[in-house]
Each structure stands twice: as structure tokens, then as C-alpha cells.
């Protein structure tokens, strides 16, 4: 019985083994664009330029590190969904936002947003998450916005 259980457990670590390395070679983003479906992995989030997007994703990086709240403001969308808490708020416009920011644009939402490259952004069909959820970002009306923020 004991020899049953020692091959089927090393049976099982063997397929485990051999499951598991196959999983890069079929599944993934890379694999979609190795087979020429597509150059633009913010595509499932409806982006439809990856270089226009990665680009507004580094100027607005530019304008929370350098602290330009005015040139943040202009890149959300309004009403703008803060959530907190548990709670949802939703911020009516730029100067409401403007008045908010250093509530809304904590150091734990700045800092998430400055250490993201673009590059290892999670995108769904939701949009392109920045860090653990604290930004959420789109296209909306062919403009690349700020959607939604998590604070802590």
C-alpha cells in the first residue's frame, strides 16, 4: 500500500511538473500577439491606442510627481468614484476635485501611481488598474481618463 501511495504522489508531482510548464507556452498575452492578433495588450480594456494611452499614462505621472494638482484635475473624468472606506463618493467636478485632492490623492495612491510602469499595468474589460486598485484608468470618448481611485 505504501508503494501504491509513492507512485501515485510521484505520478501526480510529475504531471503537476509537466501541467505547470506548459502554461507559459499556450496561455497569455504573449502568445495572443505571437499569433498576430493584436500589438495593443490595453485592448481588452477598449483602448484603442497603446502608444497614445502609455503616453498619457507617463504625462499624468509627470504631473502627480511634480505635484501639479491643476493638470491632474484635467485628466479625470467626472464624476469621478472615490472609494473608501467601504463607501463610495462621487466627486462632481475639477474644482470639487481640486478642492479634495490632497484627500483623494493620498501618498499611498501617489506613490502606487509613480512606482507603475505602464508596461506591468493589470488590464481587464474594466480598464487598466495601477498598483493594488488605487487608480483605475480608460478611454472614454476617444480621451484617456482617470475613472475611479481607491483610497486605503
Known amino acids: 500500500m505504501k508503494r501504491m501511495r509513492w507512485l501515485l504522489l510521484t505520478m501526480g508531482i510529475v504531471l503537476m511538473a509537466q501541467a505547470t510548464s506548459l502554461v ?12 498576430g492578433n ?5 485592448e481588452v480594456a477598449g483602448i484603442t491606442n497603446a502608444g ?3 503616453a498619457f499614462f507617463e504625462k499624468l505621472q ?3 510627481k511634480n505635484s501639479d494638482k491643476t493638470e491632474v ?3 479625470v473624468r467626472y464624476p ?14 475639477e474644482q470639487q ?34 498598483g493594488n486598485g488605487e487608480i483605475w484608468l480608460g478611454q472614454f470618448s476617444n480621451r484617456f481618463v482617470v475613472f475611479a481611485i481607491n483610497v486605503e
Open 24 to 35: 507559459p507556452q499556450v496561455s497569455g498575452y504573449d502568445k495572443y500577439v505571437r499569433e
Open 38 to 42: 493584436s500589438s495593443n495588450r490595453y
Open 52 to 54: 497614445a494611452f502609455e
Open 62 to 64: 509627470e504631473a502627480v
Open 73 to 75: 484635475a484635467k485628466q
Open 80 to 93: 469621478l468614484r472615490v472609494n473608501k472606506d467601504g463607501k463610495s463618493q462621487f466627486i462632481r467636478d
Open 97 to 130: 476635485f481640486l478642492e479634495e485632492y490632497n484627500r483623494i490623492m493620498t501618498e499611498k495612491v501617489k506613490e502606487a501611481f509613480l512606482q507603475q510602469k505602464v508596461t506591468d499595468t493589470f488590464v481587464n474589460d474594466q480598464g487598466v488598474m495601477v
